[in-house]
């Protein structure tokens, strides 16, 4: 092998190694609050809540394996209301 080819060799190499590290996954948990200020029995929002978990797992986020999500409502109905 001449020196030439063993340099192209190990610089191709050099060059892929960030790549594959980069690919590999580091088990980290996200998390995502999810803050709505409206009572938890409201339908209209939890349907909304939902279509936002399913859009994240079309794109790879899967619940409780590399996202968290942590849910807060209120309490009080005339929260979410507008004045």
């Known amino acids: 092998m001449k020196r030439r080819e ?8 050099a060059a892929a190694w960030p790549i594959a590290a980069h690919a590999q996954q580091s ?4 998390r ?3 803050v709505m200020p409206y009572a938890k029995g ?3 929002n939890q349907a909304r809540v939902q279509a ?15 996202v968290q999500f942590d849910e ?3 309490t009080d109905s005339r929260a979410g209301a507008i004045k």
């Open 72 to 74: 807060h409502w209120t």
């Open 27 to 30: 088990g980290r948990v996200r």
């Open 42 to 44: 409201d339908l209209e």
């Open 6 to 13: 063993v340099i192209t060799l190990l610089g191709g190499a």
């Open 32 to 34: 995502v609050g999810i």
């Open 52 to 66: 936002f978990k399913q859009e994240l797992a079309k794109l790879g986020w899967a619940d409780g394996r590399t």
